[in-house]
């Protein structure tokens, strides 16, 4: 394979690409004190171990210039072609998104990252991006550190091993783990280490015993190898197992690659004829291949002094998958493997079918796809439906398609959605209305006292948006109404008896009327009769009325008159 400074040499596109990094990065400098060309080259030469086409290559050495220095998207555009600039956009979109540690946004997170990169490369050059970043990480501040670390955890190493890359994926663990989880890191080198290597001592002398045994049976091998249990999958091990180190079995496993599937199947029975297997512990993943495409036998066994150990038997292809995941495909398939690649690479994404990758791959079965279609056709279609969108924090938010500054200002807060007045889309003042698209950044602007305006409603695309307006509507309907209350007064002749006032005021009360005023003094025109004055406001005369009427038949009401009162 070709190293990127050969690559240099050989395409003068690439050579262009890395000129141009090279003079707009000119006199920037990474944290490490590095000169800043150091890292896209870094990240373009992973590309390049991953066998990406040449496009993804550029894209990776033009990756931070949009953001960070004068080269423009449409310089890009000009001298390397549309597909070149769309890369190193969705490159820069993606690091828009930030995760801060909160459990819930992180799905999200992962979310925006497959469908703002609309193409699959996207995600591969920003994760090549990332494990450059990791591998600097000790120079930057140590808050800084922790965030990117934990982001690091939680997100993208996530993205690696749904993708298939394990290798990638525990590359990143490896780093992050120890800074974003201190403490239990710190206590599982306390806990494991006598274990771990008396686990790798016992492993050690089982090797040769295994590799006698192959060879006895004529199984044909090319490697055996012991695999230690990377720190991150142990600890999530033991979270499930009350940190109980003797539950894990597979702290060591013993790996053995042989020659073909047969091969596979063979050494199994050789190794269960050999040692008794623990029931429940054999797992057939070439028959079944795990949702993301990975492919092995695994068994644990009663091994030599009665020690529990774990096995793992796969082909070379199957390790290199694994290892690999859907970068192993991508090489498959530029090596016009394209029937194998297609029927693997289908299940290589079945994990992805919760992000409903999966509907378009399947597609791909009748069509024999070159490198340009598959890339497209590997984009979540739940785009259609859903948008991820950014706050100016770049916490990811989630809308239905065609959702607009309103929905997103509701989504936010309902207090932000009531106060909104304005709002800038990625920078730009923009209409109220505007669509959103996945991967716009968009800030509110509020004002205090801000009402929703009454057309919002034509264009709201959520539900939550579309109450709050009503509800806010509502209210105001009820404030202009009140201004047009009428006033009355309500003139009653009854008798002097105990609880009548009581029962007048509470027929008032149940009618859900407010009394302005009241008094009651002696009446002259009847003896031990008293004349009630009831001030009142309603919004119409019926309504008096049927209160004027509900008091009348009081007992010991003799009148009632109802009077507009000012
Ligand atoms: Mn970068």
Not at 383 to 397: A, F, M, N, Q, S
Not at 533 to 555: D, P, T
Request: glycine share 4%.
């Amino acid at each position: 394979m070709k190293t990127l400074l050969e690559l240099i040499k050989d395409s003068p596109a690439v050579k262009k690409a890395y000129e141009m990094a090279l003079v707009a990065h000119k006199g920037q400098k990474r944290a490490s004190g590095e000169d800043y060309i150091t890292h896209p080259m870094a990240v373009a030469q992973t590309v390049l171990d991953w066998h990406m086409d040449e496009p993804s290559v550029i894209a990776a050495l033009l990756h931070d210039t949009v953001e960070d220095t004068a080269l423009t998207s449409d310089k890009i555009k000009k001298e390397f072609g549309e597909k070149v600039a769309f890369l190193v956009n969705g490159v820069t979109k993606l690091g828009h998104a930030k995760y801060r540690g909160e459990e819930r946004e992180v799905e999200n997170m992962r979310k925006f990252m497959l469908a703002v990169g609309g193409d699959i490369r996207v995600v591969l050059i920003k994760l090549a991006d990332r494990l450059h970043n990791m591998t600097t990480i000790k120079a930057l501040k140590p808050e800084k550190q922790m965030r990117i670390a934990l982001e690091t955890l939680e997100v993208y190493a996530v993205l690696a091993d749904r993708l298939g890359m394990y290798e990638l994926a525990s590359k990143l663990e490896e780093i992050s783990f120890p800074i974003a989880k201190k403490k239990e890191y710190e206590w599982m080198i306390d806990t494991i280490k006598d274990k771990y290597e008396e686990r790798v001592a016992y492993a050690n002398k089982i090797k040769p015993v295994i590799s006698k045994l192959l060879t006895e049976n004529g199984i044909n091998f090319s490697k055996i190898d012991i695999r230690a249990k990377k720190m991150v999958s142990l600890y999530r091990k033991l979270l499930k197992y009350e940190m109980n180190l003797e539950r894990v079995y597979d702290l060591i496993a013993i790996r053995c690659i042989v020659d073909s599937v047969p091969d596979c199947y063979a050494a199994l029975g050789v190794i269960h004829e050999s040692w008794l297997p623990l029931p429940g512990r054999i797992k057939d993943y070439i028959a079944f291949p795990k949702a993301n495409g990975y492919r092995s036998l695994h068994t644990t066994v009663f091994g030599p002094e009665e020690k529990v150990m774990e096995v793992q038997i796969r082909t070379a292809q199957m390790h290199d998958e694994a290892e690999n995941g859907i970068s192993a495909h991508w090489a498959y398939q530029k090596n016009k493997d394209t029937k194998n690649y297609i029927s693997r690479g289908i299940a290589s994404f079945a994990k992805a079918d919760e992000l409903q990758l999966i509907k378009q791959l399947k597609d791909l079965k009748e069509n024999a796809p070159n490198a340009e279609e598959f890339a497209t056709l590997v984009k979540s279609d739940f785009l259609e439906d859903r948008i991820l969108t950014l706050t100016p924090k770049g916490k990811v938010i989630e809308l239905p398609s065609g959702a607009t500054p309103v929905d997103f200002a509701y989504h936010v807060h309902s207090e932000i959605g009531n106060t909104c007045m304005s709002c800038r889309v990625n920078g730009l003042i923009s209409p109220l209305s505007t669509p959103l698209k996945s991967g716009d950044v968009v800030e509110i602007l509020t004002q205090k006292n801000k009402r929703p305006g009454d057309e919002w409603l034509q264009f709201v695309k959520t539900s939550v948006a579309r109450e709050h307006i009503k509800k806010v509507q509502k209210d105001k309907n009820k404030v202009l109404y009140g201004e047009i209350l009428k006033k009355y007064e309500l003139r009653l002749i009854v008798e002097d008896r105990v609880g009548l006032l009581n029962d007048v005021t509470n027929i008032i009360a149940r009618m859900k009327i407010n009394i302005n005023h009241h008094e009651s003094r002696e009446d002259h025109t009847f003896a031990n009769h008293k004349m009630l004055k009831i001030g009142f406001a309603v919004s119409n005369y019926e309504k008096s009325k049927e209160l004027g009427e509900k008091i009348r038949k009081l007992k010991g009401v003799k009148s009632v008159e109802c009077h507009p009162y000012s």
